[in-house]
C-alpha cells in the first residue's frame, strides 16, 4: 500500500516536498513514479527514477522546477516542488512497480502495479 503525504496550501514561487511511503514492504528493484490530476484534467506524468536513482525523467511541465528522490531504507520516494505556479495546483499520486527502467514505459499511469492514495497541493495567494 502507497501512500503519499505532504500536501497543502502554498503561494505562488514557493516550495512543497511530498512524500510517499511504502507500508510493509522494501522499494529495492522497483520502480516509481509521481502523476497529478487536476480539476477536469486528465491523469499527467510528473517525474519517474529507478530504484537506484541513476536514471530520472520529467514531465515538460515541472522540469528544473520539481526533483525526484527516494530513500530505498526507508522505503519512501519523495517529490520537491520548487517555484510553484497555480497551474501545479492538483492531486499528486505515487506509483510503484517491480521491473526494469524505461522511461517511456514510467510515463503511463495504468503500468502500475502498486498506486496510491493521493495528496492534494494547492497553489494559490
Known amino acids: 500500500q502507497l501512500q503519499a503525504s505532504g500536501g497543502g496550501l502554498v503561494q505562488p514561487g514557493g516550495s512543497l516536498r511530498l512524500s510517499c511511503a511504502a507500508s510493509g514492504r522494501s522499494f529495492s528493484g522497483y520502480v516509481m513514479a509521481w502523476f497529478r490530476q487536476a480539476p477536469e484534467k486528465e491523469r499527467e506524468f510528473v517525474a519517474s527514477t529507478n530504484w537506484r536513482l541513476d536514471s530520472t525523467d520529467y514531465g515538460d511541465s515541472v522540469k528544473a522546477r520539481f526533483t525526484i528522490s527516494r530513500d530505498n531504507a526507508k522505503s519512501t520516494l519523495y517529490l520537491q516542488m520548487n517555484s510553484l505556479k497555480p497551474e501545479d495546483t492538483a492531486v499528486y499520486y505515487c506509483?510503484?512497480?517491480?521491473?526494469?527502467?524505461?522511461?517511456?514505459?514510467?510515463?503511463?499511469?495504468?503500468?502500475?502495479?502498486?498506486r496510491g492514495q493521493g495528496t492534494l497541493v494547492t497553489v494559490s495567494s
Open positions: 506509483a510503484a512497480a517491480r521491473r526494469s527502467y524505461s522511461r517511456s514505459w514510467a510515463r503511463v499511469w495504468e503500468n502500475f502495479t502498486s
